[in-house]
C-alpha cells in the first residue's frame, strides 16, 4: 500500500507557471508508475500524465502536451508535475495517483491509490 500526498497548488495568473509534488509513502516507490489527474468543478476527473517505474516513459494528455512535464525522483519518493504557460481552463484540483503492475495507465480504473488533491487555480 501507498500513501501520496499532493503539494505546490495555488493561484497563478495565466502564463505562468506552478511546480506540483507528490509524496509518497513506504519503500517501494519505484515499484508504480505514477499519474496526474485533475478534475474540474463539474466535470469529470480526467488524465494530464503519465510516468513509468524507472521515469524513462512519459505520457500526456494533447491538452497539455508541450506546457507540462512529469518526473519523478525515486531516491525521494516523489513525482512531479511542471506546469507552465498556464490556462485559465487548467484550473482544477489536481490529483496523484499509483499503480502496481504492468504498465503505464491513462484512465481512472488504471490506478488505484490516490491522493487528497491540490487546488490549481489560473486567473485571466
Known amino acids: 500500500q501507498v500513501q501520496l500526498v499532493e503539494s505546490g497548488g495555488g493561484l497563478v495568473q495565466a502564463g505562468g507557471s506552478l511546480r506540483l509534488s507528490c509524496a509518497a509513502s513506504g519503500r517501494t516507490f519505484s515499484t508504480y508508475a505514477m499519474g496526474w489527474f485533475r478534475q474540474a468543478p463539474g466535470k469529470e476527473r480526467e488524465f494530464v500524465a503519465a510516468?513509468?517505474?524507472?521515469?524513462?516513459?512519459?505520457y500526456y494528455a494533447d491538452s497539455v502536451k508541450g506546457r507540462f512535464t512529469i518526473s519523478r525522483d525515486n531516491a525521494k519518493n516523489t513525482v512531479y508535475l511542471r506546469m507552465n504557460s498556464l490556462k485559465p481552463e487548467d484550473t482544477a484540483v489536481y490529483y496523484c495517483?499509483?499503480?502496481?503492475?504492468?504498465?503505464?495507465?491513462?484512465?481512472?480504473?488504471?490506478?488505484?491509490?490516490w491522493g487528497q488533491g491540490t487546488q490549481v487555480t489560473v486567473s485571466s
Open positions: 510516468i513509468s517505474r524507472s521515469g524513462g516513459s512519459t
Open positions: 495517483a499509483a499503480r502496481s503492475g504492468v504498465g503505464v495507465g491513462i484512465t481512472r480504473t488504471d490506478y488505484r491509490y
